[in-house]
C-alpha cells in the first residue's frame, strides 16, 4: 500500500512564475490537505480539500490555489512566485477522524 | 487561536542518554487532538503518537513515552537511551478534533552523538 506521494521532489522556479505541485493521496483517504514549511520552522496549514471542495484556508494569499479530483488526489498552485515562496511544501491526507499521513514533500526554490 | 510552543530549538546529547522535548499548547477548544511527529532529513513527517484531550493517561511505546498534562497545558515526549538514529527534528502538533488541520510548534533539532 503506498503512502502519501508528492511530484516533484524537488523544483526551481524563477520569480513570477507559476507552480503545480501534485500529492496523491493514501488509498482510502478522501481528505488532502497543504503544509508550507519555511527552513527552520515548523509547517503552516494552507488549505484542506474534501469532496473536491476547499473547506479550510489558511491565512495565505489568493495566489495560493488548489484542486481535488474525482480521484482524491491534489494540486497545489503558486502563481506570481515570490522568493519568500521557496519551501518545503507537505501534503497529508486522512480519512475523516483518522491520523494523518505526510508525504515527503515538495522542496521549492525560487530564484 | 490555537498555538503550539517548543521552546528547545535545538538539544544535543550522547547515545544512551535521556532526553525530553518540552511541548507547551494553547487552545480554548474543549475537544483536541495532540500529536508528535519526527522528521528526518527526507522530510517526510512521521507520526509518532496522537492523543485525545479527554485521555490524559501517559503512555510508553518502547524507548518513547509521553507525559500529558492539561493543567498546564503540556505533552511532554521523552526518548530514553537515545539512539544515533533518533536524531531528526521533533515537531508537537494540535488539531481540532474535526477537520485535521494542524498546528505545529516550530521543531526541535535533536543530535544523538555516538
Known amino acids: 500500500d503506498a503512502g502519501v506521494t508528492q511530484s516533484p521532489t524537488h523544483l526551481i522556479k524563477t520569480r513570477g512564475q507559476q507552480v503545480t505541485l501534485r500529492c496523491s493521496p493514501k488509498?482510502?483517504?478522501?481528505?488532502v490537505s497543504w503544509y508550507q514549511q519555511a527552513l527552520g520552522q515548523g509547517p503552516q496549514f494552507i488549505f484542506q480539500y474534501y469532496e473536491e471542495e476547499e473547506r479550510q484556508r489558511g491565512n495565505f494569499p489568493d495566489r495560493f490555489s488548489g484542486h481535488q479530483f474525482p480521484n482524491y488526489s491534489s494540486e497545489l498552485n503558486v502563481n506570481a512566485l515570490l522568493l519568500g515562496d521557496s519551501a518545503l511544501y507537505l501534503c497529508?491526507?486522512?480519512?475523516?477522524?483518522?491520523?494523518?499521513?505526510f508525504g515527503q514533500g515538495t522542496r521549492l526554490t525560487v530564484v | 487561536a490555537q498555538k503550539v510552543t517548543q521552546a528547545q530549538t535545538e538539544i544535543s546529547v550522547v547515545e544512551k542518554e535521556d532526553v525530553t522535548l518540552d511541548c507547551v499548547y494553547e487552545?480554548?477548544?474543549?475537544?483536541?487532538?495532540l500529536f508528535w511527529y519526527k522528521q528526518p532529513p527526507s522530510g517526510e513527517l512521521v507520526f509518532l503518537i496522537r492523543r485525545n484531550s479527554f485521555d490524559e493517561q501517559n503512555e510508553i511505546s518502547g524507548r518513547y513515552s509521553w507525559n500529558f498534562q492539561k493543567s498546564t497545558s503540556s505533552f511532554n515526549f521523552t526518548i530514553t537511551a537515545s539512539q544515533v538514529v533518533d536524531s531528526a527534528v521533533y515537531f508537537c502538533?494540535?488539531?481540532?478534533?474535526?477537520?485535521?488541520?494542524?498546528?505545529f510548534g516550530s521543531g526541535t533539532k535533536l543530535n544523538v552523538k555516538p
Open positions: 488509498s482510502g483517504h478522501d481528505t
Open positions: 487552545t480554548r477548544d474543549t475537544t483536541y487532538y
Open positions: 502538533a494540535l488539531s481540532e478534533v474535526d477537520f485535521n488541520k494542524f498546528y
Open positions: 497529508a491526507s486522512s480519512l475523516s477522524g483518522s491520523i494523518a499521513f
